[in-house]
């Protein structure tokens, strides 16, 4: 089930969804490749003790989201910063 951060069901900005991986020991970043007839895709991928977590959408927020869940499978993803 995808995370959500209110309760209009909107997905975490991409910048939320980095820190908390970031602050969780990961070495993470984001490419966007070209396609073809289906568009662009995005890719995260990352590094955490020996970990490789790599993931992709067909926007930049959904391979985020996706990084986002595989971390949080892993339990290695940090907490949400509280406003």
Same mark, same amino acid.
């Given at each position: 089930?995808?995370?959500?951060?209110?309760?209009?069901?909107?997905?975490?900005?991409?910048?939320?969804?980095?820190?908390?991986?970031?602050?969780? +020991?990961?070495?993470? %970043?984001?490419?966007?490749?070209?396609?073809? $007839? *289906?568009?662009? #895709?995005?890719?995260?991928? +990352?590094?955490?003790? %020996?970990?490789?977590?790599?993931?992709?959408? $067909? *926007?930049?927020? #959904?391979?985020?989201?996706?990084?986002?869940?595989?971390?949080?499978?892993?339990?290695?993803?940090?907490?949400?910063?509280?406003?």
């Amino acid at each position: 089930m995808p995370e959500h951060d209110d309760e209009r069901g909107h997905m975490p900005e991409v910048w939320e969804m980095f820190g908390r991986l970031e602050r969780a +020991g990961w070495s993470i %970043g984001d490419a966007q490749f070209p396609g073809n $007839t *289906s568009g662009p #895709s995005w890719v995260v991928h +990352g590094r955490n003790e %020996g970990k490789t977590l790599i993931t992709s959408g $067909t *926007s930049r927020e #959904s391979a985020w989201q996706r990084a986002v869940e595989k971390a949080g499978m892993l339990g290695m993803l940090a907490a949400k910063l509280t406003q």
